[in-house]
């Protein structure tokens, strides 16, 4: 069984080597391990919730609060190593970021330019039209109407991240990683506009 796990099997090396309490932990090679799922991109998001709560419900540190102080500790970055795996594997653009890593790719690229005009020209065409937003008649609507574009266009480039990820055409899978960064930030500052809009 994929969650037959018990503390003492976790690896102590590193804190025995390490006395940061914030010192790595070496409870799994990667973040799909953690949750006995395949590395790949198509995640199945309630069974990941599952493997999650039940993994978080395991190694929550007050079950062991009368243990040793050694395995307290294990038991506190075993939950926050859990959350962190959780956290990247959930999100689409972190899930790609870290697929990518997996594969030996930089992503931490950050003077990475785009060559591609039309996404160039379409960032700055998006980024006016979140600006002019205010200034609409109806600006709640024009926010939402803009809201479901970006979306759309954010599933788009997560199924041109897979196509790409899974042809094992690493560089064209991180530009598409790159654009969805943009995208998902976008989406953050429309959501923050929305609710700006909807307080006034």
Known sequence: ???????????????????????????????????SIAPVWDVDLNDLGVRYR?????????????????ERRVAVQASSFINQA??????????AQYLLTLKDT?????????????FLMQQIELRETLSDISNKENPLQSIATLRID??????????????????????????????????AKLLVEIEQLEAELEDS
């Not at 994929?2 to 010192?23: V, Y």
């Not at 959930?90 to 899930?95: D, F, N, Q, V, Y």
């Not at 788009?156 to 055409?169: A, G, I, K, N, P």
């Open 150 to 183: 970006v979306e759309s266009t954010y599933c788009e480039l997560q199924s041109e991240f897979q196509r790409q990820y899974e042809s094992e055409l690493f560089d064209d899978a991180f530009n598409a990683m790159v654009k969805m960064q943009f995208f």
């Open 54 to 70: 039940k993994l978080q419900q395991e190694f929550h540190p007050d079950r062991y609060a009368t243990k040793s102080d050694i």
């Open 86 to 95: 959780f956290d990247t594997l959930k999100s689409p653009l972190k899930r």
């Open 1 to 35: 069984m994929w969650l037959r796990r018990e503390l003492s099997r976790l690896t102590f090396a590193p804190l025995i080597k390490n006395s940061q309490s914030d010192g790595p932990l070496n409870f799994s090679s990667d973040f799909f391990a953690v949750f």
């Open 106 to 118: 930089d992503v931490d690229q950050e003077t990475h330019i785009t060559s591609d005009t039309v």
